[in-house]
């Protein structure tokens, strides 16, 4: 598979040198199939050769090979020169194909490293055995959780026996002073739901947990964002269709647009939730629900274009991937938000709420003035109970208007 990159026998011969060497086609093939460029893999693959070598010169073998061994090389390489940033992800990948292949056993070393991911994946764990919680919301509380702890600790030793609850709303209060309501509150609750798993688990002598303070969000207390339908409509041809990411980018934005997705329901799509035959789109929602909604034809047209033209080919069945390699789905919503975001700029729109949500609350306010109930937009948007879609009564002007009282003294 190397040779697909390399071509000299010389080359070759060096670059299969080392404890590395038996394994460094299949990494090779690996970066093809992720879709790096050429020019990328092929320095990947040197920095992956270097390091083989340097093992055999210290005498180490393939199944000596953990997070510490790959920051004591990266630490010769500090001092030889400069380490170029693609070099630890570069070694951190290998690690990982190599722990997958069997190679090489699961770290059992302690070192902040393997803390952290320990800690991580102890949580996540927690989150989806434990608490049921759909993919989706395990993604946004892990990153909160992975983001206090690098504002706490950095990339220094983790303690988490330090911490003190004022750290905890120092953090909060840092994190969520220019953020909506129940953006906040998903900090503290993500917050809240991680420090309970650390006290149950024997990771911290106190629960924490309490520290995480309510966020007041009182039901019904603002009026939902939303665009008007011509914005949204600037807003979807603000996507240049002739590039590859405007063609990823405009079917999500349909699909929040005509269908109100929600931006984890858009992160987690597969292949298989497409029903062509049937002209339908399987949704699974919050709670594990499954949900079938008609495909409108503009986003059926849409997918099939950037299914055949813009997708990058890959081994995920994740229907939106990224453009640039590593050639996967994405890692969150926020992703999803971030494109609602570049969408706007482009079209030169500048509303107060700039999320996803944004789109899923224009097609409930248009779908309200076009005559629909309440219960018919609750339908559309998959809200499990009614009370959850009565927000948008208060942007029904009309029926609030034919509600109002004379004020009293007033002109009638």
């Not at 170029?84 to 290998?94: D, G, H, M, V």
Request: with cysteine; glycine share 6%.
């Amino acid at each position: 598979m190397i040779d697909h990159f390399f071509s000299n026998s010389e080359v070759l011969k060096r670059l299969h040198f080392g404890p590395l060497g038996a394994h460094i086609d299949s990494f090779a093939q690996i970066l093809e199939v992720q879709g790096y460029k050429k020019s990328t893999a092929k320095y990947k693959i040197t920095i992956v050769a270097d390091f083989s070598r340097w093992l055999d010169q210290q005498g180490f073998s393939v199944t000596d090979l953990d997070e510490i061994t790959l920051n004591k090389f990266l630490l010769y390489r500090g001092r030889r020169g400069s380490i170029f940033k693609i070099e630890p992800p570069t070694l951190r990948a290998l690690l990982e194909h190599l722990r997958e292949s069997d190679v090489v056993a699961d770290s059992v070393r302690v070192d902040d490293d393997s803390i952290r991911s320990r800690i991580e994946r102890g949580f996540a764990e927690y989150l989806a055995q434990e608490r049921g919680l759909k993919q989706v919301t395990i993604d946004n509380y892990l990153s909160v959780a992975g983001r206090f702890l690098f504002d706490q600790f950095g990339t220094g030793s983790i303690v988490l026996n330090n911490l003190h609850p004022n750290d905890i709303v120092h953090f909060i209060l840092r994190n969520t002073e220019t953020l909506s309501a129940k953006r906040a509150q998903l900090i503290v609750c993500s917050l809240r739901s991680f420090f309970r798993f650390l006290y149950q688990k024997g990771e911290t002598a106190n629960d924490l947990s309490p520290s995480a303070l309510t966020v007041a969000n009182w039901r019904l207390s603002e009026l939902p964002k939303f665009l008007e339908s011509e914005q949204v409509e600037r807003l979807l041809q603000s996507c240049n269709q002739d590039t590859l990411i405007g063609q990823r980018d405009y079917v999500i934005l349909l699909l929040l647009a005509r269908l109100g997705l929600r931006a984890g329901d858009v992160v987690h799509m597969t292949l298989d939730d497409i029903d062509w035959e049937v002209g339908e789109l399987i949704v699974c929602g919050k709670s594990h629900r499954q949900e079938r909604l008609p495909l409108p034809h503009d986003i059926g047209e849409a997918l099939v274009r950037y299914l055949s033209y813009g997708r990058p080919r890959c081994l995920s069945r994740r229907v939106f991937i990224r453009i640039r390699a590593p050639h996967k789905g994405f890692s969150s919503s926020v992703a999803i938000c971030n494109i609602v975001r570049r969408a706007l700029v482009r079209a030169k729109l500048n509303p107060t709420f700039k999320g996803s949500h944004l789109l899923r609350h224009s097609l409930a306010t248009q779908m309200l003035r076009g005559g629909a109930s309440l219960a018919e937009i609750g339908d559309i948007l998959r809200h499990q109970r009614l009370n959850t879609t009565q927000i948008y009564a208060k942007v029904d002007f009309a029926s609030l208007r034919a509600l109002a009282q004379p004020w009293p003294g007033g002109d009638l």
